[in-house]
């Protein structure tokens, strides 16, 4: 389809949906040198950061799928996505799990409610009134609800994520229904899930103060491009449309990207990601400087004794690459590394992060710098779990440091106005108001000045980034 038609379509889709398309309407979806990989999204204005560029209405938002044998985890309503603890059976009868009549009655589950019914969902004889497999199906089925009328060349359009493998959601449909698929509904459902894979989106949404992750199909962001320095962040709104800023300046005709991948994660990890679930290696400027802009973040310390150098790939995008250190030019292959890798993640995994004299220690006694990504997933886990009120002075001030860590490790990085900036300057502003909450009365004018200048600052900064969800209690983040 020619690059006009499909602006044309997308841009109509949502002005249709309520996506708001003016005022925010500064980008076009194109292809040639302008995109780093077929077709992408590049801006025909400047935006500043903080600008808001799209407002995204998704085509689909399902839940995730659960295990098969329905243990370990809980189902979210399948209408309104809050938590169940107690899961029962939509009284419609399509055996998704609702949370009662109100969401059982919603004109948005009615369709599927109906189309379900009428394949005969299996009962079990545990009499579980609701069904896994019908769940896990989800995505499937709410991919028939475009395929008719006018936005049903989004099946034609967007990508497809190649495989030969069966469709894990219309299989599961397929066990756990009496009656047959129609053929072109198979199809449709296939093709879905297949575009789904390619394209789809973590949607987080807020449910009583508890973040819960759902998938998204958004039009505009399926054309996004991956960079792993992306000029954009985004958030949702109550009814889950996409919300994409300006993270770092954008000019006119450059190209609008987000990242598909944790940004904080090294090149290794990144590219590992990228290519098992998006089938494709990254080579941004990122990508290519072994040093990751000066962090070194993929670094382990240098094995030979007293050397004070990190180890590094010579060649970051090449898996099997040699890694050297600078300081001491040590070779070291990169099967030694992994095994180097395995060992300090199972340290890791023993390790207590809440008392940081230990933790310092361990770090110390085995070599291993702040930064490596195993440190950096250890101290997110105590930035977000620990509760400041229970800290003791010591963990306080020790979680004080490691956002100011982190956060001018988000700024090397070069991720401008980032989600996990404002989630950090979040947590931070909560440790700084505790601190003054126990000592405020022993501080003096200029201390008190120091304090509220970094509080408003922290402010500005979290609302800027966060916005729709800035009162998230984020130690809820499942
Ligand atoms: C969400 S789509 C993006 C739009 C896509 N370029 C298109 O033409 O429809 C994701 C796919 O785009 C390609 N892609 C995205 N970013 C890329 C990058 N930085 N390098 C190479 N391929 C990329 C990959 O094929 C990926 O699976």
């Known amino acids: 389809m020619e690059m006009n038609a499909i602006n044309d379509c997308v841009k109509n889709y ?112 545990d009499g579980q009134t609701w069904s896994v497999g019908i769940y896990n199906a989800i995505t499937a089925v709410r991919g028939l609800s475009i395929k008719d009328g006018k936005y049903r060349f989004f099946l034609d359009v967007l990508q497809k994520k190649s495989t030969d493998k069966l469709t894990f959601e219309v299989e599961e449909l397929k066990r756990n229904i009496s009656m047959e698929l129609d053929k072109e509904d198979e199809q449709i459902m296939v093709t879905t899930c297949k575009i789904m894979d390619a394209n789809c989106f973590e949607t987080i949404v807020n449910r009583s103060n508890k973040l819960i992750s759902l998938k998204g199909l958004y039009p505009v962001a399926a054309f996004m491009n991956h960079c792993c320095v992306p000029n954009t962040m985004h958030n949702f709104n109550e009814k889950l449309q ?72 010579i060649n970051p995008l090449d898996k099997k690459s040699i890694w050297q250190c600078k300081m001491c030019t040590k070779l070291v292959s990169s099967t030694e590394m992994l095994c180097f890798y395995k060992d300090v993640e199972t340290l890791m995994k023993s390790i207590s992060v809440f008392c940081p004299k230990s933790f310092e220690a361990i770090l110390k006694s085995f070599n291993i710098h702040k930064d490596s990504p195993f440190v950096i997933d250890l101290r997110l886990k105590f930035i977000w779990k620990s509760k400041n009120n229970s800290l003791n002075l010591e963990q306080l001030l020790y979680k004080e440091k490691l956002c100011m860590e982190m956060l001018d490790l988000v700024r090397k990085l070069r991720l401008g106005q980032c989600r996990l900036l404002g989630l950090i300057s979040l947590e931070l502003l909560k440790v700084i108001r505790e601190k003054a909450y126990r000592f405020r009365r022993n501080w003096n004018t200029k201390t008190l000045n120091v304090f509220e200048g970094q509080i408003s600052k922290l402010k500005e900064i979290y609302t800027s980034v966060l916005d729709e969800d800035a009162n998230l209690d984020n130690n809820n983040i499942q």
Request: aromatic share 8%; hydrophobic share 30%; proline share 6%.
């Open 14 to 125: 949502l002005s249709h949906c309520g996506g708001g398309i003016k005022g925010y309407g500064g980008w076009t979806i194109s292809t040639g040198s302008e995109t780093v990989a077929g077709r992408g999204v590049v801006a025909t204005r400047d935006y500043s950061v903080g600008d808001v560029i799209f407002v995204d209405v998704p085509l689909i938002v399902s839940p995730r799928a659960l295990g098969t044998d329905g243990t370990g985890s809980w189902p979210v309503c399948a209408v309104c996505y809050s938590e169940m603890t107690t899961p029962t059976g939509c009284p419609g009868g399509c055996r998704l799990p609702v949370c009662g009549r109100q969401c059982a009655d919603r004109p948005e589950h009615r369709d599927e409610c109906r189309y379900v019914r009428q394949l005969r969902p299996k009962t079990k004889s």
């Open 242 to 313: 996409m919300i994409a800023k300006a993270s770092l300046p954008i000019y006119k005709g450059q190209e609008i990207t987000t990242s598909y991948t944790y940004s904080i994660w090294p090149t290794s990890l990144r590219q590992n990601h990228l290519l098992t679930s998006k089938q494709f290696i990254c080579t941004c400027i990122r990508c290519c400087d072994t040093e990751e802009f000066g962090t070194k973040l993929a670094a382990l310390n240098c094995i030979v004794k007293n050397c004070e150098g990190r180890i590094l790939p």
